[in-house]
C-alpha cells in the first residue's frame, strides 16, 4: 500500500527504536525522567522559548494552552477552518467554558482587520476576548504558510490589544523548511506553541508546548488535570529527541514529493488543483468526473489510500514512507483510474 492518507501514518525509524530501547528514564509527573527533560530542553531552544513541555497529543497541547490562556465565558478568536475549532471536539468549550470566535481567513489565515474586527468592545455586556489561535502550516487548508507580513500585522494588532497569542504549529516545521525561516522566528512573539513530533517528523508519539517558565509551570499543572501525566515517558521523549535532530531537514524530501504529486495529478483530466496553494507536503485536488468517495475506493483497491477531504475534494500526504518511485506510481494508478 502506498499510504498518502496522512504524515501521521510514519512509523518510527531504527535511530528512534534504537534510542526508545536503550532511554534513560524516570517519573515525569515528578519531573524525574532526564530524557524528557532533554527534549524539553532542545524544543525550548529551538523554538525560542525560555520553556517547554511534553505532552500526548497536538490536540492536548492546543486545549492545554487554550485553558491555560484563558478563564470561563472568555472568547477564543480562531480561523473557522483551523484544526481547534474543527477537530478538537469542542474541547476549549466542554473544558473550559470558553467561546470559539471564529472569522473566515484568507486561505486560513486572519488578517489583522479580521482579527480586530473580532475584538468585542471591553463593554460590561461583553464577553473578553482573551486569545487569539493561529495555524501555521494550514492543515485544512492544504499545508499553506502563514504569509510572514500577514502573521507580523495580526501579532502587533493582538499586542495592542492585549490578547495571548497561542501558535498551533502542528507542522511548522514544515512552514520552516518551505519559506527559509528558522522555527524560532516563526514563533517569535507569540505566547505559546506546540508542534508535534508524531507527524512529518515520523516520532511515534508525542507533542511539545512551549512558552514562558510561568506558563509552562501551569501548563504542566493542566496537562495532569487532563490525563495527560505520564511516568517513564523518556521511551517516547528519545524518539523525540532523534526527531528533532535529525528528521528536520528532510521534510524538504516530502516537499518535493508533493509538488511532484501535484503536477502529475494536475495533468489529469477531471481533476482540479490549485499548484500555488501547494507549498509543503499537502495535497488536496478537486475531482469533478468522479466523486472523491469512489476515487478513494478504485484508488485502494490499486493500493493507493488517500483521505476524502470533502463532497469534492481528496487529500494525499507525502512523508517519510513513501518514495519518490511510490509517488510516480500513485500518480500513474490516479491517471488510471479517474479515467472511466
Ligand atoms: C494533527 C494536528 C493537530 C493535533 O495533533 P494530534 O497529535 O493528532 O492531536 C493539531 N493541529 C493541527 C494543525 C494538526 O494538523
Redo the contacts with the bound molecule.
Sequence with gaps: MIDLRSD?VTRPTPAMRKAMAEAEVGDDVYREDPTVRRLEEKAAELLGMEAALFV???????EVAILVHTRPGEEVILDSQ???MN??LGAMAAFGGVMPRPVAGERGFPTAEQVEGAIRAPIYYNCRTRLLCL?N???MQGGGVYPRDRFQEVLRIARERGLAVHL?G??LFNASIASGVPARELARGVDSV?V?L??GLAAP?G?LLAGKADFIQEAVRMRKRLGGGMRQVGILAAAGIIALDFMVDRLAEDHDHARLLAEGLAGIPGFEIDLAAVQTNIVIFRSARVAPRDLAERLKSEGVLCLCWSSDEIRMVTHLDVSRQEILQATDIARRVSRH
Excluded at 500526548?56 to 492546543?62: A, E, K, R
Design positions: 501521521t500526548p497529543t497536538g490536540s492536548m497541547g492546543n483551523s484544526h481547534v477537530y478538537e495555524e502550516t494550514h492543515n498551533d502542528a507542522r506546540m508535534t508524531s507527524k508519539a507533542s
